[in-house]
């Protein structure tokens, strides 16, 4: 049994990478632990969206408790990462798939309001064209990547993609077996072969079309969003 005082000091007082250690302990405690994450999300309100956050909401969210139900009713009714469109895209449901862990959900949502950025050409299509990602709003771009990366426990985003290429040396041959993508010289495929939990590589998730080459990413990477301010 976890010591529900020590837990809770953590949680107030540790690391991000403890407070998320912490946040799984009490989750497993029932109604005494679910009250600790509630205080704790309610005492972070007016703070930045962070993976901890994500994860006590996840978890709040998930437990589906009358009391649970009201306070995020009340207090997060649309989760804790602003959705902010510069095209008037509604990101809510996508919120919602990240916070109950369905990940291959909002992978496929996530394509689905790339294409909504892009148009309607792209929404005919199915999928986006390199120069249509380089106009995306990058308002837009940072709601996306904040979903993932604050509902992933900072292991998916765009940005996480974006900084593991970076270490590598640019190199997509290097990224794409590091992120799960491809093994030797085959491609993951999908959706099977790919990891829709936690367990996954970091910067596994959301998915990129890479069979079409690497424009569409290079895009994404080179977006002006990287250098702003939002």
Sequence with gaps: M???????????????????????????????????????????????????????????YQAQTPETISLLAEHFPFGIVPLVSKRGIDYLELQRALADGDYQQADTLTRVKMCQLAGEGAIKRKWVYFTEVSQFPSEDLNTLNSLWFNYGEGKFGFSVQRNLWISVGRDYNKLWPRIGWKNGNNWTKYPAEFTWDLSAPVGHLPLLNQLRGVRVTDALFAHPFWSEKI
């Design 2 to 60: 976890f010591d529900l005082v020590q837990l809770e000091s953590q949680l107030f007082q540790e690391s991000e990478k403890n407070q998320l250690q912490s946040i799984a302990k009490l989750a497993t405690l029932d109604s005494s632990g679910l009250e600790v994450l509630g205080k704790f999300l309610l005492s972070q309100k007016d703070k930045a969206p962070n993976p901890a956050l994500g994860k006590a909401y996840q978890f709040l």
